[in-house]
T-cell receptor, first 111, second 113 residues
Framework: TQLLEQSPQFLSIQEGENLTVYCNSSSVFSSLQWYRQEPGEGPVLLVTVVTGGEVKKLKRLTFQFGDARKDSSLHITAAQPGDTGLYLCAGARSNDYKLSFGAGTTVTVRA | DTAVSQTPKYLVTQMGNDKSIKCEQNLGHDTMYWYKQDSKKFLKIMFSYNNKELIINETVPNRFSPKSPDKAHLNLHINSLELGDSAVYFC????????????FGPGTRLTVL
């Protein structure tokens, strides 16, 4: 069983539309990271959130960490084809050395 | 000036063979990782070394043996390869034990025939 559940698994939208990806768990995390992975490459960090209720913006991307630090969301406004990729959330727990990754959401933005 | 590099990029081999994947990072990080990404894109931690000491050893068959000759290198040797070992293997590094950004290599696609 995975510690972090991501939804949806796949998302296909038209350029200009908005989208939201969810990352949920029953565990509390000391921090949560979002990565984007493009085909043939390794994941690249987009953002780290550490405080419950925190909201971070990266251009058209908005990241939110739940108040209880058990969940997070990624919202993309006016998606562009360059946003296409696999989005992964990953949580760190204070009593654990490893990052636990969600199964990922494959986002396709059609021109 | 690649941060985390892996060799080879592709590896195609027969069942039963032994193979190695090499990883090097030039970021000065003290922690390195091996991940396996399966066909469903799930990224699963296998091993982690901090200052050459093994700190994470997930439920991985004994056929997999990591070796860290120094803080900048973490190699993965696989004995008696099986069909189920086919996957993309990623090396990563970070500074510190947990919570910090992990920098990933480009991956090694292993295909066992």
């Amino acid at each position: 069983t995975q510690l972090l559940e991501q939804s949806p698994q796949f998302l296909s939208i038209q350029e200009g539309e908005n989208l939201t990806v969810y990352c949920n768990s029953s565990s509390v995390f000391s921090s949560l990271q979002w990565y984007r992975q493009e085909p043939g490459e390794g994941p690249v960090l987009l953002v780290t959130v550490v405080t419950g209720g925190e909201v971070k913006k990266l251009k058209r991307l908005t990241f939110q960490f739940g108040d209880a630090r058990k969940d997070s969301s990624l919202h993309i406004t006016a998606a562009q084809p360059g946003d296409t990729g696999l989005y992964l959330c990953a949580g760190a727990r204070s009593n654990d050395y490893k990052l636990s990754f969600g199964a990922g959401t494959t986002v396709t933005v059609r021109a | 000036d690649t941060a985390v590099s892996q060799t080879p990029k592709y590896l195609v081999t027969q069942m039963g063979n032994d193979k190695s994947i090499k990883c090097e990072q030039n970021l000065g990080h003290d922690t390195m990782y091996w991940y396996k990404q399966d066909s469903k894109k799930f990224l699963k931690i296998m091993f982690s070394y901090n200052n050459k000491e093994l700190i994470i050893n997930e439920t991985v068959p004994n056929r997999f043996s990591p070796k860290s000759p120094d803080k900048a290198h973490l190699n993965l040797h696989i004995n008696s390869l099986e069909l189920g070992d086919s996957a993309v293997y990623f090396c990563a590094s970070s500074q510190g034990l947990v919570g910090n950004e992990q920098f990933f290599g480009p991956g090694t696609r292993l295909t066992v025939l």
